[in-house]
């Protein structure tokens, strides 16, 4: 059911931060936070006055009605009008205050960006119009917060939160998507549009949000992770939480919560459609800048905090995601609030691969400590080049620290250390690895080869079998292009033994 647009009412409390009473000089006051001043400087006409009014720096975002008695006898106020209170990161006391004014221009200001698409080794970039101060977005924005679930059971409590930037980002996160509480976007992967748009139309988030208003609350269709994000990054950009979009490449969805992502491979080569674990080409979300003192740890993790809102799994029953502190990621301290394990795994999951035979039987064939989480980027400050983050969301693959975080974040969420079945590796007789000798075009043919490498002792015969399938850019498996079964004698000991195949795709496919 989706709620009707109208702006949610509830008495308003000194008790909750929701009234404040103050007044001129500051002795009339009851020792409220704001305060209020004579303009200085100003030539004001007989029987009028200016005022300056300052608000706390925690005083909760949103619209309030501003009043005033003449008199200490009147009992009702004069209405001075409306006010839009947002967050202040110019402001010292703010938890979201960020210190460099060239990042407040990016971060905030700016209503024009990029948004990272493709794959690791073919990054692209698409423009995106953030349109944080168009007339209408705040309104849109504040509306947004007046019909979430917790606004929606207690008024009062929701708009007392609204002070911590904590509480208002994770709203925001689940209410970009429409799962479970009439939010903006309804999501759809499988390529059929049909009484919508295909994510793809979209270049900017004006025109999603007045969709959403303009149709009473219900959601606009269809978006994926690259407009779930930059649409978030207008929300709290207007809200004036510093907001930037990162593009994270092949991204892990561990749908277990074990830091693994389990492949599945049929002894013929076929991907079956067993795991709910998938490896994504890319993922989008944003970071929001903040301070963290829900934590007892002082400032340590402060900073850029991880939020998503593309509806992938859910977080104390609600499809939303974060806000994670990145330096929490870093470290592998995932035992913290928001989601950081859910995150940590997105850019530092291992990938153990499975062999399923007929009989339903399985073998393990490899683990893969390295794939997951590359090139993750976001657009530099001032510019339009791209930043490589990786670095702010864990150490250099291959290096002792990087496993050792890895190791310690699996201890932290209670699995065995080598892995959520409790099977170690064993070395294989054989290595394979397949390298592109071509680009991939789509309509074009792609050369592949595939290196071999024995470690055995003895001369092995190989029955390769080669199965080719289009994958979405989620990971999940699409159609089957190719298959074809090779035979190959090793050596003892041999090294780079060179297939090669030619991969031809008749017509242009196109996977979202």
């Given at each position: 059911?989706?709620?009707?647009?109208?702006r949610?009412k509830?008495?308003?409390?000194?008790?909750?931060?929701?009234?404040?009473?103050?007044g001129l000089?500051?002795r009339?006051?009851?020792?409220?936070?704001?305060?209020?001043?004579?303009?200085?400087?100003?030539?004001?006409?007989?029987?009028?006055?200016?005022?300056d009014?300052?608000?706390?720096?925690?005083?909760?975002v949103?619209?309030?009605?501003?009043?005033?008695?003449?008199?200490?006898?009147?009992?009702?106020?004069?209405?001075?009008?409306?006010l839009?209170?947002?967050?202040?990161?110019w402001?010292?006391?703010?938890?979201?205050?960020?210190?460099?004014?060239?990042?407040?221009?990016?971060?905030?200001?700016?209503?024009?960006g990029?948004?990272?698409?493709?794959?690791?080794?073919?990054?692209?970039?698409?423009?995106?119009?953030?349109?944080?101060?168009?007339?209408?977005?705040?309104?849109?924005?504040?509306?947004?917060?007046?019909?979430?679930?917790?606004?929606?059971?207690?008024?009062?409590?929701?708009?007392?939160?609204?002070?911590?930037?904590?509480?208002?980002?994770?709203?925001?996160?689940?209410?970009i998507?429409?799962?479970?509480?009439?939010?903006?976007l309804?999501?759809r992967?499988?390529?059929?549009?049909?009484g919508?748009m295909?994510?793809?139309?979209?270049?900017g988030?004006?025109?999603?949000?007045?969709?959403?208003?303009?149709?009473?609350?219900?959601?606009?269709?269809?978006?994926?992770?690259?407009?779930?994000?930059?649409?978030?990054?207008?929300?709290?950009r207007?809200?004036?939480?510093?907001?930037?979009?990162?593009?994270?490449?092949?991204?892990?969805?561990?749908?277990?919560?074990?830091l693994?992502?389990?492949d599945?491979?049929s002894?013929?080569?076929?991907?079956?459609k067993?795991?709910?674990?998938?490896?994504?080409?890319?993922?989008?979300?944003?970071?929001a800048?903040?301070?963290?003192?829900?934590?007892?740890?002082?400032?340590?993790?402060?900073?850029?905090?991880?939020?998503?809102?593309?509806?992938?799994?859910?977080?104390?029953?609600?499809?939303?995601?974060?806000?994670?502190?990145?330096?929490?990621?870093?470290?592998?301290?995932?035992?913290?609030?928001?989601?950081?394990?859910?995150?940590?795994?997105?850019?530092?999951?291992?990938?153990?691969?499975?062999?399923?035979?007929?009989?339903?039987?399985?073998?393990k064939?490899?683990?893969?400590?390295v794939?997951?989480?590359?090139?993750?980027?976001?657009?530099?400050?001032?510019?339009?080049?791209?930043?490589?983050?990786?670095?702010?969301?864990?150490?250099?693959?291959?290096?002792?620290?990087?496993?050792?975080?890895?190791?310690?974040?699996?201890?932290r969420?209670?699995?065995?250390?080598e892995?959520?079945?409790?099977?170690?590796?064993?070395?294989?007789?054989?290595?394979?690895?397949?390298?592109?000798?071509?680009?991939?075009?789509s309509?074009?043919?792609?050369?592949?080869?595939?290196?071999?490498?024995?470690?055995?002792?003895?001369t092995?015969?190989?029955?390769?079998n080669?199965?080719?399938?289009?994958?979405?850019?989620?990971?999940?498996?699409?159609?089957?292009?190719?298959?074809?079964?090779k035979?190959?004698?090793?050596?003892?000991?041999?090294?780079?033994v060179?297939?090669?195949?030619?991969?031809?795709i008749?017509?242009?496919?196109?996977?979202?």
């Amino acid at each position: 059911q989706t709620p009707e647009l109208t702006r949610y009412k509830s008495v308003p409390s000194e008790a909750l931060g929701t009234r404040s009473v103050f007044g001129l000089p500051e002795r009339c006051g009851k020792g409220s936070s704001w305060k209020v001043k004579v303009h200085q400087g100003s030539v004001l006409p007989a029987g009028s006055i200016t005022l300056d009014i300052t608000s706390p720096a925690d005083a909760p975002v949103g619209e309030y009605s501003l009043s005033v008695k003449t008199s200490a006898t009147a009992s009702v106020g004069s209405s001075l009008g409306k006010l839009l209170l947002l967050f202040n990161p110019w402001c010292q006391e703010d938890w979201v205050h960020l210190p460099e004014e060239e990042e407040r221009q990016e971060y905030v200001m700016r209503e024009q960006g990029l948004v990272y698409k493709g794959s690791n080794k073919y990054i692209s970039s698409m423009a995106w119009n953030f349109g944080q101060f168009e007339d209408d977005i705040v309104d849109i924005c504040l509306k947004l917060l007046d019909v979430n679930p917790k606004c929606l059971s207690d008024p009062a409590k929701d708009f007392s939160a609204r002070c911590n930037p904590i509480y208002v980002s994770r709203v925001v996160s689940a209410m970009i998507n429409a799962n479970d509480d009439g939010g903006v976007l309804m999501g759809r992967w499988d390529g059929q549009y049909h009484g919508g748009m295909s994510p793809t139309h979209w270049n900017g988030s004006v025109e999603v949000l007045r969709r959403w208003l303009k149709y009473g609350g219900n959601p606009v269709k269809y978006g994926q992770c690259w407009v779930f994000a930059a649409v978030m990054c207008t929300v709290l950009r207007c809200l004036g939480i510093p907001c930037r979009v990162v593009t994270n490449f092949q991204s892990a969805h561990d749908t277990d919560k074990n830091l693994t992502i389990d492949d599945f491979f049929s002894d013929y080569g076929v991907r079956p459609k067993q795991s709910p674990d998938s490896v994504w080409n890319y993922h989008v979300w944003v970071e929001a800048w903040m301070t963290r003192p829900d934590f007892s740890a002082g400032s340590l993790y402060d900073g850029w905090q991880a939020v998503d809102p593309t509806p992938q799994e859910k977080s104390t029953g609600v499809y939303c995601c974060g806000p994670a502190p990145v330096k929490a990621i870093l470290q592998g301290h995932v035992d913290l609030k928001h989601d950081v394990p859910f995150v940590f795994a997105e850019v530092n999951a291992d990938r153990v691969t499975w062999m399923v035979f007929a009989d339903g039987s399985k073998k393990k064939i490899s683990t893969d400590s390295v794939s997951v989480g590359q090139n993750i980027s976001t657009k530099a400050v001032g510019s339009d080049k791209r930043v490589d983050i990786t670095a702010n969301y864990k150490h250099a693959e291959g290096t002792e620290k990087e496993r050792d975080v890895y190791n310690q974040a699996v201890k932290r969420v209670n699995i065995p250390e080598e892995n959520s079945n409790g099977i170690h590796d064993d070395k294989p007789g054989v290595s394979m690895k397949i390298v592109e000798l071509t680009k991939p075009i789509s309509g074009k043919d792609i050369d592949l080869e595939l290196v071999l490498n024995s470690n055995d002792s003895v001369t092995r015969t190989l029955v390769i079998n080669v199965n080719v399938q289009a994958m979405r850019y989620n990971g999940i498996p699409s159609s089957q292009i190719q298959t074809e079964l090779k035979e190959q004698k090793l050596l003892p000991n041999q090294g780079r033994v060179k297939m090669f195949q030619s991969l031809s795709i008749s017509r242009p496919t196109m996977f979202n």
